[in-house]
């Protein structure tokens, strides 16, 4: 599904109002199918605004649940991504920097850190294909993260950090309202993924029927009459 702005779904359905109210004034506007008729569109043109309020509202829930998890993640002073440096370098202080600790904990420390990478921008519209990329990303993150905890658990108590954040049962702490954040997130992506398909199916059928129209205002008084000269400059 392609990625639309906002924007550009807005300036389309307010296309599709124009062309709506300019070929209701039309006299003895008559289309041979019902689709391309003036009380159909209306009909979709209604539709869409029904669901659009229904989709800012979960998608308002979404971003909110990602901006908590981001939280969690990035932002916090205790963030997931604010204490990999300092586990490190306890471990590195505490195993030496030739040590096998170390090298493991190195290489979760780049697992997490490069899948936050790869995770895109939040955009003000993407296609679901990509949010879920996202939401897998951050499930790596977690997974990595907590294996990173039971790492530094097989330490035993040689891994005594005077900062308290940097503790095992912070730790766990931090990675159960990791993992809950991104549940919330999830179960919002299940609510907002049908409703934005729905939406851009609505606007595949006013794309359909609003050229339908087109065409035959421009079969019915002629391609350079004045009815057609109105509409045809609308994009749908």
């Keep these: 599904m392609a990625s639309t702005s906002q924007k550009s779904l807005a300036s389309r359905l307010g296309n599709a109002k124009k062309l709506k109210t300019i070929v209701n004034n039309f006299t003895n506007y008559q289309p041979p199918v019902e689709e391309a008729s003036v009380a159909k569109l ?8 029904t669901l659009q309020t229904q989709y800012n509202n979960v998608k308002a829930d979404y971003t909110l649940k990602t901006n908590e998890r981001k939280k969690i993640f990035t932002e916090n002073d205790n963030a997931i991504d604010r204490q990999l440096a300092p586990i490190r370098a306890f471990v590195e202080a505490l195993k030496g920097k030739d040590s096998v600790e170390l090298t493991q904990i190195s290489t979760l420390i780049n697992k997490i850190r490069g899948q936050a990478s790869k995770k ?20 790596s993150r977690v997974a990595n993260f907590k294996n990173m905890i039971d790492l530094l658990s097989s330490l035993g108590e040689t891994y005594n950090p005077i900062n308290e954040t940097l503790s095992v049962t912070s730790l766990n702490t931090l990675a159960t309202e990791a993992e809950a954040s991104s549940e919330a997130v999830d179960l919002a992506l299940a609510t907002l993924k049908p409703v934005t398909e729905q939406r851009q199916g609505l606007y595949n059928t006013l794309s359909k029927q609003t050229q339908s129209i087109k065409n035959f205002v421009k079969a019915q008084y002629g391609q350079t009459s004045n009815e ?9």
């Design 228 to 236: 057609y000269k109105q509409i045809k400059g609308l994009t749908i």
């Design 42 to 49: 209306t009909e979709t043109i209604e539709q869409i605004e």
């Design 120 to 139: 895109t921008t939040n955009k003000e519209e993407t296609d679901t294909k990509t949010i879920s990329q996202i939401e897998r990303t951050y499930a």
